[in-house]
């Protein structure tokens, strides 16, 4: 078998989005991809394509990838928390500059459940444009 059918792979851009807020605002869920049969997510990414994120405690962005369940409206945390932190000094996101989630082996989808990334700004930050990007193993390609 070829090992490109492995590891389909599947990527995802979306914008311009843009949320903003002060701390303890709900953000913004966006839907990504619907689980056609059993799967993991094995990596992922987000991409700041939009203005950059200066380094600081109160302005920063943070993002979660969840679990949707096939109705879409659930918010199972499939990673942890990325993009900035509260009450340190945060690095700030670069524009075009991905940064990971850490998936941990937990980032795994039934059939028909919903794959979707939660965005909420802390501060006067924003994200105008931003992309999120995925690899997934579906489980009639795994080994």
Known sequence: MNSYLKRPNFSFAFGPRTWAGGAGTAGATVLLWRAPEACEVTAAWAVNNGTAIAAGATDYITMTLING???????TALCATTGGTAGGDVAGWARRTPIAFSLG???KLAQGEWLGVKAIGYGGSLISDFAV???????SYSD
């Open 105 to 107: 082996g937990t980032a």
């Open 133 to 139: 990007h995925f690899d997934v193993t579906l489980a």
């Open 69 to 75: 369940g096939t109705a879409g409206t659930a918010l």
